[in-house]
């Protein structure tokens, strides 16, 4: 093996360079590789690529990322580090998603697992209410409302309503309740034998 110092020609560049640019090859009467290492990457690559296709499988090209940037490949945007999410067992300490794309997916995947629908049918019922809350048609429609008994998804409702009801145990006759208080017909139990009260119908 020759001084560090001294040049080696890449069979597939054609430049001369400094000897710590070509990697070991035991087989080479010199030691190294006949190409340099950008060479042998690139050749590695150009493989996998035509290996891919032949495959029939989509062959991702590699993106120009500026230094404290990375590419989303979900929506295929390069975006600083600080809009990803940590991720100790990735390489590169980074999610494979970016911020934006994992908050989307998180909630279609909610949407699916908690009331067994997508984004594409609560955006056709919110359509279908013209955008708005069903009960109070002052606000608009972003809360899927569902029963808790059957798991029957019954709408889309705003913030306020959607909480309300729930707070109110899902219970029409509670509701009702309620509606004759606010319209001033407040009921009272009456009294019938000592301990024993009767609720009006």
């Not at 019922?125 to 606000?139: D, F, K, L």
Request: hydrophobic content about 30%; overall charge positive.
């Amino acid at each position: 093996m020759g001084d560090p110092s001294e040049g080696k020609q890449c069979a597939g560049c054609r430049r001369t360079l400094r000897l710590s640019s070509f990697a070991a090859d035991r087989n080479r009467r010199d030691g190294l590789q006949t190409r340099c290492r950008r060479c042998v990457a690139q050749y590695g690559a150009t493989r996998y690529r035509r290996r891919r296709q032949a495959e029939g499988k989509d062959v991702r090209e590699k993106a120009d990322v500026p230094m404290g940037h990375k590419l989303c490949r979900t929506c295929g945007a390069v975006k600083p580090h600080s809009e990803w999410h940590r991720n100790s067992s990735a390489s590169d300490g980074l999610s494979t998603r970016c911020g934006s794309c994992r908050a989307a997916q998180g909630r279609a995947g909610h949407l699916k697992r908690q009331y067994g629908i997508t984004e594409a049918q609560r955006d056709e019922m919110i359509s279908a209410q013209m955008g708005i809350c069903v009960i109070c048609p002052s606000a608009p429609a972003a809360h899927v409302d569902h029963c808790h008994e059957t798991g029957r998804v019954r709408g889309v409702l705003c913030f306020n309503c959607n909480s309300a009801i729930g707070k109110l145990g899902d219970d029409p006759d509670t509701l009702r309740r309620a509606t004759a208080y606010l319209e001033g017909n407040a009921w009272k139990p009456t009294l019938v034998a000592p301990g024993v009260c009767r609720l009006p119908s």
